[in-house]
C-alpha cells in the first residue's frame, strides 16, 4: 500500500515567497507540480517518457487547501499518490507537512494526457502500468470545483510575453496563479490568509496573445476570476480567503 | 589565497528556464544573488546579520558575460569572492562553469550597505571582518559599465503588483531583469544568444508604481534600456546579442 505514497522534501527558496517571507501560492503549486513531476518520472510515465511517444500531461484541475503558507527557509514534505485514472482522466493527491510532520494543507488534481500535435486527449489506459498507481485514497478536502464564468469587471489586460512562456511553448501554470494572486493589494495579504483556491485550466495561452483578467468580489472572502485569451475563456479561478487571526484584529 | 574564493552548486530546475529549455537571464542572475547571499552569510556579513543591525545590501551595478545558458537538470558551479571594498561599495565577482567544470561564464557585481529607514549608504568599513575578505583578484570582463539614459522609445507601461514584491517590499532585482528580457520575441531567442548584460541599478520601485520601460535598437545587436517609475529612472539597462552560430545559419 505504501509503495503508492511517496514523500518529497523541500527546503522555500528566498526567490519563491512574498513580500510576508511566505511562500507564494503559484510557487506552492510549482512544489506540487515538480512533486507531481517526480513521482510520474519514478513511476514510469513521466514528462521525459511521455515525451518520447510525442505526448504530455496536462493539468485540467486543482484544488488547494493551505492552513498558512510556509515561510523561507523552513523544510516541507509534500506526500503523493494517485487516487484513482480512467481513460480520459487521472486525479492526484497531495498532502502538505511542515518540518515537525504536522499536516497543514491538502490538494487535489486532475490530468489529461494529450497528444503534442492534435492536442486531443489521449486513452490514459494505453499508458503500460498507470492502473498498477491507483490507490483509491481521497484526501479530506473538497475536489476541485467545476467553476463557472464569473461575469467579473476586467481588472488587467497585457500581451504575454518571453518570461510567460514555458518549454511547452504555452502559458506555464504559475503565471495563471500569478496573474490571480496580482489582482490583490499587499494590505489584503497582511490582514487575510488563502483557505482554499481553485482552478480549471480550460485553454492554453500562447506567446503574444492578448491576455484580460476579470474579477468578480464576492460574499464571505471568495474571489473569481476568469483569464480570457483573444475573447476565450483560458482558466476560471476562485480564492476563499479568511482574517488571518483574532489576535491580529485587536492589533489593528 | 583559496579561503577567499568559495564554490557552490546548483541544479538548473524546470521553473527557471525558458521555452528553449535554458535558464533565463533572471534565474542565472537570481543564482548569482543567491550565491552572493551564501557566501557573505558564510563571511559573517549576510543581510540576515545586517538586518539585525537594521541593515542591507543594495545591488548597484552588476554585469554578466555568458558563452551559453545553461540548460534545464545542468549542475554548474558558481564560484565567488570579493575582489575589493571601499568605504561607499565593494565589488563581487563570480566564476561559472559546467558540470564539466569548464568557465561558461564570469560576472562582476557593486554593492552597496544601506540603513533599512533612511535608505542611505552606510559606511563598510564599520562592518567587522570585510576588509580581510579582500583579495584583488579580478574577472576577465569588462567592469559594471555606467549606462547613460537611452532615449527609446516606450516599449511597455504598468503597474507593480504582488508579485513583483520582495521582503524588503520594493521590486525585486529579478524581476528588472525579465521586464527587459520580455522585450525581445522568441525568435529573436531562437537566432540570437546573449553575449554581455550590464544593470545600473538607481532607485528603488514600490507597489503600485506606474512603471515604464524604454528601448533603443542599437547597432551590433546592442540593445539598452531604462526602466521609469512615477516618471524617475529606476534602471539602466544594456544586453548584447550575437547570432547562435554559423550552422544555425547556414540552416535558415
Known amino acids: 500500500m505504501n509503495s503508492l505514497r511517496k514523500k518529497y522534501k523541500f527546503e522555500i527558496s528566498p526567490q519563491t515567497v512574498d513580500f510576508n517571507y511566505q511562500i507564494t501560492l503559484a510557487s506552492l503549486t510549482d512544489l506540487l507540480l515538480t512533486t507531481a513531476g517526480y513521482n510520474a518520472e519514478e513511476n514510469g510515465f513521466g514528462m521525459r517518457k511521455l515525451n518520447e511517444k510525442g505526448l504530455s500531461w496536462v493539468l485540467l484541475r486543482l484544488a488547494i487547501e493551505i492552513e498558512k503558507r510556509p515561510f523561507?527557509?523552513?523544510?516541507?514534505?509534500?506526500?503523493t499518490w494517485i487516487e484513482s485514472v480512467n481513460r480520459v482522466s487521472t486525479s492526484r493527491n497531495f498532502c502538505i507537512r511542515n518540518n515537525e510532520g504536522r499536516v497543514i494543507g491538502y490538494a487535489t488534481s486532475n490530468w489529461a494526457m494529450i497528444d503534442n500535435v492534435s492536442r486531443r486527449a489521449q486513452d490514459l489506459f494505453t499508458l503500460d502500468n498507470i492502473r498498477a498507481f491507483e490507490s483509491q485514497q481521497t484526501v479530506p478536502i473538497e475536489k476541485p470545483k467545476k467553476l463557472d464564468s464569473c461575469n467579473g469587471e476586467q481588472i488587467d489586460q497585457f500581451k504575454t510575453k518571453y518570461s510567460h512562456i514555458d518549454i511547452n511553448?504555452?502559458?506555464?501554470?504559475?503565471?495563471?496563479?500569478?496573474?490571480?494572486?496580482?489582482?490583490?493589494?499587499?494590505?489584503?495579504?497582511?490582514?487575510?490568509?488563502?483557505?482554499r483556491a481553485d482552478f480549471n485550466?480550460?485553454?492554453?495561452?500562447?506567446?503574444?496573445d492578448e491576455v484580460t483578467i476579470h474579477f468578480l468580489n464576492g460574499v464571505d472572502n471568495t474571489y473569481q476570476f476568469e483569464i480570457f485569451h483573444n475573447g476565450k475563456t483560458s482558466c476560471r479561478a476562485k480564492l476563499v480567503f479568511e482574517e488571518k487571526s483574532i489576535n491580529a484584529h485587536h492589533l489593528c
Do not use: A, D
Open 72 to 79: 523561507q527557509y523552513e523544510t516541507i514534505e509534500i506526500e
Open 201 to 208: 485550466f480550460m485553454s492554453e495561452i500562447l506567446f503574444g
Open 169 to 195: 511553448r504555452h502559458v506555464n501554470t504559475m503565471r495563471y496563479i500569478e496573474w490571480v494572486s496580482n489582482c490583490f493589494s499587499l494590505e489584503h495579504y497582511e490582514t487575510k490568509k488563502i483557505k
